[in-house]
């Protein structure tokens, strides 16, 4: 079945990096755009960035120009999301979800929490 | 950049009511709005894409509606399960910005 797995939760302290992995399975990988959104504790969603996994484009929100790079390996099907500089208000839940042709997000990860805390 | 602005922010309802939420952008974008439910400690689902666009598998009391800057998602008849958080998306340019949300409460 289609299903996007995402690597596990990742605590981390300000200053810090943090490398979010995303395996896809059940489709194509490279027919599909990949976004990335993120979610504060008790907040709303947040879109962070959209790659297209066919040559590695990339789209990224202002807000985290600079300090986020998404990625992808065509060989294992996964897309990655590395955040820099990394503040404690980048406590989050950080899901990836396939772009469907109307670029909705039609299969979300399980969601990787992140917590920055010294 | 495009703005999102959902209304209400929280609604109490009773099973078997009809229900309304709407988001307005801050300028025109065709047909350009997902839907989405969200469930405590889930990733959020699909309901409504391009505006109006049933996604497969969801209830036919889940319909969206509206074009240019103002859209709503209306549930005809909610069910137990309808209590949840909704999110409204613009997908016409990037940054692809959501609202902020609406929690829908048993009342």
């Known amino acids: 079945q289609v299903q996007l797995v995402q690597s596990g939760a990742e605590v981390k302290k300000p200053g810090a990096s943090v490398k979010v992995s995303c395996k896809a399975s059940g489709y194509t990988f490279t027919s599909y755009f990949m976004h990335w959104v993120r979610q504060a504790p008790g907040q709303g969603l947040e879109w962070m960035g959209i790659i297209n996994p066919t040559g590695g484009s990339t789209s990224y929100a202002q807000k985290f120009q600079g300090r986020v790079t998404m990625t992808r390996d065509t060989s294992t099907s996964t897309v990655y999301m590395d955040l820099s500089s990394l503040r404690s208000d980048d406590t989050a839940v950080y899901y990836c979800?396939?772009?469907?042709?109307?670029?909705?997000?039609?299969?979300w990860g399980q969601g990787t929490l992140v917590t920055v805390s010294s | 950049d495009i703005q999102m602005t959902q209304s209400p922010s929280s609604l109490s309802a009773s099973v078997g009511d009809r229900v309304t939420i709407t988001c307005r952008t801050s300028?025109?974008?065709?047909?350009?709005v997902n839907w989405y439910q969200q469930k405590p400690g889930n990733a959020p689902k699909v309901l409504i894409y391009s505006a109006s666009s049933l996604q497969s598998g969801v209830p036919s009391r889940f319909s969206g509606s509206g074009s240019g800057t103002t859209f709503t998602l209306t549930i005809s008849s909610l069910q137990p399960e309808d209590f949840a958080t909704y999110y409204c998306q613009q997908s016409y340019s990037t940054p692809y910005s959501f609202g902020q949300g609406t929690k829908l409460e048993i009342k």
């Open positions: 300028q025109s974008i065709s047909r350009s």
């Open positions: 979800a396939r772009a469907d042709d109307s670029v909705a997000s039609d299969i």
